[in-house]
């Protein structure tokens, strides 16, 4: 049978947007390795697709001297070595002839104006009209001179917007002091807060399954669902960035962030439309609702030594960088509970780690089993309860587990899996969350961006975890690398009678 080729609605669907205005971007730290491995491969995959404006420029500001050329050549070699799509010169060209690079280090004065300069020369040269969105990709001790720079010589002409990295902030004063600068000089309507998670077409699928399907969102509550497991597993260490990740831990790395967004999506009300406000509104309300654990709730681990796949890798407190005695945490499980009529007594089981057995991001819905199943001749293992699983990544899908009749004799039941794989339906390359995500700022569109009283009740919530954390000192390291990390884990699902998932 011929293979019919399949429009790709993906594209169909970027097609259909809006196209952005002229404009010039200014990636702050554009020496960096987010330039290299996704702003610059994302500008270069959103241009393949024609999707960037015909009259774009990009200015990369960094201590770093350097120049245009330099600056051209670094970057074709990163989207060389990151993009996703082929490299076509041609395609190159088009980005490179309207790329500019501005040594500046804001901690001297005379930086913003060369940046000022390049900017009004690639309104003159390439006509972006005075339309900037200035990138921080910056630490964020670095965030405050900069904002204030550029804040205070704002463009008279065209608009101003802000696309701001994580970490933001580290608990929740310092977050709204940030916030408090940002809107000294921007408008929230301007700032774009990223969690590179809801740029991942797996993620905003989250949305698509619920809303766009009438058959979940009547089952979508507690009277039929028995509770939810988020897992964000990564095999990966902490990758050099032990700087960071020694004040962050997992906690601020991840489930402050990330998980939280992940929660949010699952539990949040149907929006009343898809406009920015209304799907932020609703996930504020989960955020809001969210009961605060209490200690037993929430476990820690830090990793030792151990294996992944077959190699053996050292312990955390070995990385460099990282303290011998780090109480950095690299694991956190927690039961979390919306109280809200939804979700009210429904667990929300949590994970998220480094060095766990296995990469894998999923949402698993787990119903409640069948009231009275009427079948004599069963199996004990064949009466496991309906499961919906999101894998977020990798094998991006869709599976729903459900009991299926044995082949012969009797009735046995096994459970088996309806399974949607992005691959097969749409046959299609992923797009990286960062095309996604650069793109809807360009049209200013901020429904996948955090905004500032979502960020806020996130660190509401991890402070008073941390809070309760200073009192005691858990033995670390408490798993080994290449595991699902500490038993405490598993202790804190078993006393409900449940058991993580591990398929
Ligand atoms: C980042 C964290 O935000 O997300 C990293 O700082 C983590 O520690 C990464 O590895 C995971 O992102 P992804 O897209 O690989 O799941």
Not at 147 to 170: N, Q
Not at 364 to 373: G, L, T, Y
Not at 434 to 440: A, S, V
Request: charge should be negative; glycine fraction near 8%.
């Amino acid at each position: 049978m011929a293979i019919v080729e399949q429009e790709n609605p993906l594209l169909e669907g970027l097609a259909l947007r809006r196209t952005p205005d002229p404009c010039a971007m200014v990636i702050f730290g554009a020496s960096g390795d987010l330039a290299h491995r996704k702003i610059f491969p994302a500008l270069y995959s959103l241009l393949y697709r024609r999707l960037l404006p015909e009259h774009f420029g990009v200015i990369g500001v960094a201590r770093t001297e350097g120049d245009d050329d330099q600056f051209r050549e670094d970057m074709k070699e990163a989207v060389k070595k990151y993009g996703r799509d082929e490299f076509r010169d041609d395609v190159w060209e088009k980005l490179a002839e309207g790329m500019r690079w501005v040594t500046a280090d804001f901690a001297d004065e005379g930086g913003e104006d060369r940046i000022i300069e390049a900017l009004n020369e690639l309104d003159e040269t390439r006509g972006t009209r005075g339309n900037r969105v200035y990138y921080l990709a910056v630490p964020p001790s670095a965030f405050e001179m900069i904002v204030e720079a550029m804040g205070k010589r704002r463009s008279t002409e065209g608009w101003t917007r802000l696309i701001v990295e994580k970490p933001f902030g580290y608990d929740l004063h310092s977050a709204r002091e940030l916030n408090a600068l940002l809107t000294r000089y921007f408008e929230e309507r301007e700032i774009f807060r990223i969690d590179h998670y809801l740029g991942k077409e797996t993620v905003q699928n989250v949305l698509a399954l619920r809303f766009a399907n009438g058959i979940f969102e009547p089952i979508w509550n507690r009277q039929f669902i028995d509770h939810v497991q988020i897992t964000v597993a990564e095999t990966i260490g902490i990758e050099g960035r032990a700087a960071y990740y020694e004040k962050a831990g997992a906690i601020r790395d991840i489930f402050q962030n990330h998980l939280l967004q992940l929660l949010a999506l699952t539990a949040m009300e149907p929006p009343i439309d898809f406009t920015a406000d209304s799907v932020r509104n609703e996930k504020v309300k989960v955020l809001k609702a969210m009961h605060t654990p209490g200690p037993k709730s929430v476990v820690r681990g830090q990793y030792g030594r151990g294996f992944i796949e077959g190699v053996e890798v050292s312990g955390y407190r070995e990385e460099p960088g990282v303290a011998p005695d780090s109480m950095t945490e690299t694991f956190v499980a927690a039961k979390l509970y919306v109280d809200s009529w939804r979700w009210a007594d429904t667990p929300f089981y949590v994970r998220m780690g480094k060095r766990l057995a296995r990469r894998e991001t999923t949402i698993a819905i787990q119903f409640k089993a069948a009231p009275h199943p009427p079948f004599e001749e069963t199996q004990e293992e064949g009466l496991r309860p309906n499961v919906l699983l999101v894998h977020v990544q990798p094998d991006e899908g869709v599976s729903l587990a459900i009991g299926a009749k044995m082949p012969g004799q009797g009735m046995r039941i096994r459970t088996v899996h309806m399974d949607f794989l992005y691959g097969g339906a749409f046959r299609t390359g992923m797009p990286e969350a960062y095309e996604r995500l650069i793109l809807d700022c360009l049209v200013g569109d901020q429904t996948l961006f955090t905004r500032a009283d979502e960020i806020e009740e996130q660190w509401l919530l991890v402070d008073t975890i941390v809070a309760a954390w200073q009192r005691d000192r858990p033995a670390f390291p408490n798993y080994a690398a290449g595991t699902w990390g500490p038993p405490s884990s598993d202790a804190l699902i078993r006393r409900d009678g449940r058991e993580w998932r591990r398929t």
